[in-house]
């Protein structure tokens, strides 16, 4: 079971978030993450792949570094993103096309 009495006390939607995330074990963070890059992977499949991975994990990264500064990701999180960006780079660095 949740505590969610932090709800009745928040006087913006800072608190009511940072209040969801730390009850959720930062569960809330992820998702929006995951989302960010399912959602964006998806919208922009009709380009190369190469190119589209390599802007996902770019916004994505930056989505991240966001929620780090708000306080509501840690830096462990972000280095999945970042290193995601980081192959994405050297992928389409690296290929002949």
Known sequence: MYNITFINTSNNIYEVVTGINSASNDLLSYMILVL??????????????KAVFLASSMLTSLVGLFLMIAGWLSFGILIIPLVMLMFSIIIVVFSKK
């Open 36 to 49: 960010v890059f399912l959602i964006s992977f998806i919208a922009m499949k009709h380009f190369d792949t």
